[in-house]
């Protein structure tokens, strides 16, 4: 593998996939144990100056939510309108008020 640097970035040229797919792997378990030491580091810096300890995360509803089946298999929720009933038909008649006539012709409005 050749490494060959130009102002601070660093370019693989030449290498092999394995080597490079390794490397991916080596730098994640890094990365993996520098987070935990910042994560502890953080905690001792709360304990030393008397904060209250970081809360524990719980998973969000989210994950839980997709890892159910499909809506058909639980079968079709109910909505508040499924649950009306009609029991009164009216009939709402509206005459507007006298407005400049400009179609020639007097309107009204009825609404069902």
Same mark, same amino acid.
């Given at each position: 593998m050749i490494l060959s640097g130009h102002g601070g970035a660093t370019r693989f040229s030449n290498?092999?996939?394995?080597?490079?797919?390794?490397?991916?792997? $080596?730098?994640?378990?890094?990365v993996a144990g520098l987070r935990a030491e910042n994560a502890a580091l953080k905690d001792e810096i709360r304990r030393l100056k008397g904060l209250p300890p970081r809360p524990t995360l719980k998973p969000s509803g989210m994950e839980q939510s997709s890892k159910r089946s499909s809506p058909a298999a639980t079968g079709p929720k109910r909505r508040g309108s499924s649950r009306a009933i009609v029991t009164e038909e009216r009939r709402l008649c509206y005459e507007p008020p006298p407005a400049?006539?400009? %179609? !020639? !012709? $007097?309107?009204? %409005?009825?609404r069902i």
């Open positions: 290498a092999d996939p394995t080597d490079l797919l390794d490397m991916i792997l $080596q730098l994640r378990a890094e400049p006539d400009l %179609w !020639g !012709g $007097q309107a009204s %409005w009825c």
